[in-house]
């Protein structure tokens, strides 16, 4: 059975970085494209970057992490990492890593195979 688990977040202050985790599991990981998703308080699930594994293709859906965030994997860990510098509060949200079947398609969320539980991100200013 696939799976996805995410590690990393934590409290930050303003301008700090955070590095996450999403490990991959149970399924052929070369086959897949890993999306990071975000959701504040009150606010709907954001997709922000995503990247197809096998042709390490990366696409920054949100404008507000370009030039901040940075999505990589290590494909012979099974692992995808969302470096994030220069945080602000308004990054403050759960984080989630989300599996999706060939390529990056920013297609809707219940469209994802696999779903981590979410790692929080708190950014205090």
């Known amino acids: 059975e696939g799976r996805l688990e995410e590690s990393g977040g934590g409290l930050v202050q303003t301008g700090g970085s955070l590095r996450l985790s999403c490990a991959a599991s149970?399924?052929?990981?070369?086959?897949?494209?890993i999306a990071w998703f975000r959701q504040a308080p009150g606010k709907e699930r954001e997709e922000i970057l995503c990247?197809?594994?096998?042709?390490?293709?990366?696409?920054y859906y949100a404008d507000s992490v370009k030039g901040r965030f940075t999505i990589t994997s290590d494909n012979a860990k099974n692992m995808v990492y969302l470096q994030m510098n220069s945080l602000k509060p308004e990054d403050t949200a759960v984080y989630f890593c989300?599996?999706?079947?060939?390529?990056?398609?920013?297609?809707?969320?219940?469209?994802?195979?696999?779903w981590g539980q979410g790692t929080q991100v708190t950014v205090s200013s």
């Open positions: 990247l197809s594994i096998s042709d390490n293709s990366t696409y």
């Open positions: 149970g399924f052929t990981f070369a086959d897949y494209a």
């Open positions: 989300a599996g999706e079947y060939a390529y990056c398609s920013r297609t809707l969320p219940i469209e994802y195979d696999y």
